[in-house]
């Protein structure tokens, strides 16, 4: 008799934890696909960003690291290397997208780089903001000069992530996970003076 195989959502839940009935007990947004009569659920509320099964995915292939420093020069494309407390900001944003890209197996390009039709990085890039100011109390103009956005869009991203890990464990676990890196990064960066170093090596 041949196995049925697990939905991939439910394999994302076990890698989390919450165990084989956890797809039984989440909200599930269902979408109704073209020439299509069943709608099939595309995603639901315990891994609003799809996060988690992204990161199940990308995992499987080889994706290098990427240091900081080349983080760094790419988000000085958009914007010029800062001083003073906006530098201390500046490399705040540079380690919280370097934690969140290594997490997800993104490239520098991809955390900066503008992909609204891409639920997964954008989702990423949201988490690095909410890290750089609700956990490196970085002003959102600084934020969105590092990440080319304006800072109402940084606020409504801070915003977002806010509400949604009140509404879902897994985005709660990621992110939890995600401060306590990006504190480690942060402590071994120097508070950012090693970076400093790093990008006058790199000019």
Known sequence: ????????????FDALGFGPDML???????KRKKGKSNPEPTACSADPYKLC????????GFRRSYALGEYASFALKYTELPEGKRFRDF??????????????????????????DHIE???????????????????TV???????????????????????????????AEV?????????????ADEGESLRKRIALIA
């Open 1 to 12: 008799m041949a196995v049925k195989p697990l939905p991939p959502l439910q394999l994302t």
């Open 24 to 30: 039984d007990k989440v909200p599930h947004v269902f």
């Open 53 to 60: 099964a992204f990161r199940c995915q990308r995992q499987l």
């Open 91 to 116: 490399a705040y944003c540079i380690i919280a997208a370097s934690a969140v890209s290594e997490r997800y197996f993104l490239k520098p390009e991809e955390i900066f780089v503008e992909k609204r």
């Open 121 to 139: 990085i954008s989702g990423a890039r949201h988490i690095a903001q909410h890290l750089a100011v609700e956990i490196g109390r970085c002003s």
């Open 142 to 172: 600084m934020v969105g000069q590092v990440f080319d956005r304006h800072h109402a869009s940084v606020r409504n991203a801070v915003d977002r992530v806010a509400v949604l890990r009140l509404a879902s464990p897994a985005l709660e």
């Open 176 to 188: 939890s996970n995600l401060e306590n890196v990006v504190l480690d990064l942060w402590a071994l």
